[in-house]
């Protein structure tokens, strides 16, 4: 059996993508809401993380849906999805997810956008004004449904795959959690690093803020992937099976140990703890914890999706 | 803020009762839709005993539901031999749908292509329906689903519910078995030969434990090995 292609892999890598950017797209509009209330308060638009965001989370969630289109056997007939429904499908209620969340986020991003918009439109189209007031006076719903749907949205990437009863690793009640978990840090680190890559300094404010919050954040996803996987060798029989495919020997293995555990999840442990106990925060440590970041979601949404349908029920 | 707080608050929870009530219809709905049952319910037995392992099953499905060559709705699958010269024997079983009654194929389709047919309980695919996500391939816990290369729409046997059955003819693998290892009936109608077999004789389906509550039963044939 190779490990990446075997014969009960239905969902190949795109499958992935799509999960990860879901996830980046949820994760990041997360931390711009957080960051908006706890830190700038009014202004958040001059903030080159929150711009960071306001820029990653559409283009991923729509990268992520268009490759999503792409891997079906007939793209053109995706409108399909759109329009018959059924409620019992996991991914038919996430496709509702989706497109109301991206209503909502960019509903929130007009928001913050609002000053600059509305100066730019005064003399041009004034009635835009009237559209930015009109939100403006729903923006607590806005930003409380927001937050709501930018979470529904991470845990349904890993709904997704639980509800796959023939995979005893991947029919798992952790998993959802696991990746909302994960999907989070993947957007914070998404908002860092593009924030650093505009006119962000590593030492600002919001970048103090969202490394406060992600060193919890990455314990809870250790514990996450220790409950996960316990238990799976507690249930038994193929599901022991499964977590022994997966963690054993062989390329995912060292996927897992190496990629996931070491370079996704120690190391930006470790540099976070570093830099907020030193307080200095360089250009590079800052890009280089969130691309370790980034690389560790991405790997774990592979891992997940491959070793997941190694083993049958 | 305070006002602003309490009508998000507000608007969240109507959100969430609205949710609720209408999962919580769409469960009444299904289980009314159980409840108004018809009278026939589709399933088959295979007979490893009887089964000599032709494949002449294979061919007539292929045939008449004019399945591409490549994929199958119905695979016989050969484990042995068993036994010594000259009393060597080889164990068959057969691979296809079990129109689970809990289908997960059906639970995961995003569209209802995947379906279950009301009126005779079998699982079926609207091939126009179907965008080919192949979330019910993967859902699928007995790895039998695959995309058609013609269609590229997901695929499956049936029970030729358009065409032999239309045709008011017995399933054509059923047609096609020389020894009658396959019989095919309703489970609701008590003389019919499938539920007279069904009494008479021990028999088994796969992975019930999953809870799909399949109706493709077997009569098991010895099996020639042991394993743990
Ligand atoms: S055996 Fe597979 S395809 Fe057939 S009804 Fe059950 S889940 Fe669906
Ligand atoms: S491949 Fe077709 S039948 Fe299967 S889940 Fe997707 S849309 Fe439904
Ligand atoms: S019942 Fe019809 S579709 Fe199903 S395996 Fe037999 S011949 Fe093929």
Known sequence: MSALHFDTLVWHWPIAIYLFLAGVSAGAMFFAVLLKHFVLKQNAYQSGFIRAACIVAPVAVMAGLGILVADLTKPLDFWKILVFYNPKSVMSMGVLILLIYQVFMFMWIGLIFRKPVDAWCESRFPIVLKLTALLARFEATITGLLVILSLALGAYTGFLLSALPGYPMLKNPVLPLLFLASGLSSGAASSLLGGVLMNGKPNDKEVHFIHKVEIPLILVEIVLIFTFFMGLVLTGGQSKMAAFNALGYGFWGWIFWVGIIGLGLSGPLAMNLFMTTTSKRKWAYVAGTACLSLIGVLLLRNFILYTGQMTIA | ?228
């Not at chain 2, 608007?11 to 949710?19: D, S």
């Not at chain 2, 590229?152 to 045709?167: G, S, Y």
């Not at chain 2, 309703?186 to 028999?203: C, F, G, H, M, Y």
């Open chain 2, 1 to 228: 803020m305070e006002n602003s707080k309490r009508r998000f608050l507000k608007g969240t929870c109507a959100l969430f009762a609205g949710a609720t009530g209408a999962s919580l219809l769409a469960t009444v709905n299904a289980s009314e839709g159980a409840k108004a049952e018809s009278d026939i319910k589709y399933a088959m037995i295979h007979d490893e005993t009887k089964c000599i392992g032709c494949r002449a099953c294979e061919v007539a499905c292929r045939e008449t539901n004019q399945v591409p060559e490549g994929v199958s709705r119905v695979r016989i699958e050969q484990t042995g031999p068993f036994g010594e010269y000259p009393n060597e024997y080889y164990h068959f079983s057969r691979v296809s749908c079990q129109h689970c009654e809990d289908a997960p194929c059906v639970n995961v389709c995003p569209t209802g292509a995947a379906f279950i047919e009301k009126e005779t309980g079998i699982v079926s695919v609207n091939a126009w329906k179907c965008v080919g996500c192949q979330y019910c391939i993967a859902a699928c816990p007995y790895k039998i689903r695959f995309i058609n290369p013609v269609t590229h729409a997901a695929d499956k046997c049936d029970f030729c519910r358009e065409t032999n059955l239309a045709q008011g003819k017995q399933p054509a693998c059923v047609e096609a078995c020389p020894t009658k290892a396959l019989v095919f009936g309703n489970l609701k109608d008590p003389t019919s030969e499938l539920v007279q077999v069904l009494r008479a004789n021990p028999t088994q389906r796969a992975k019930v434990a999953l809870g799909t509550r399949p109706k493709l039963f077997r009569i098991l044939a010895k099996s020639g090995e042991v394993i743990l």
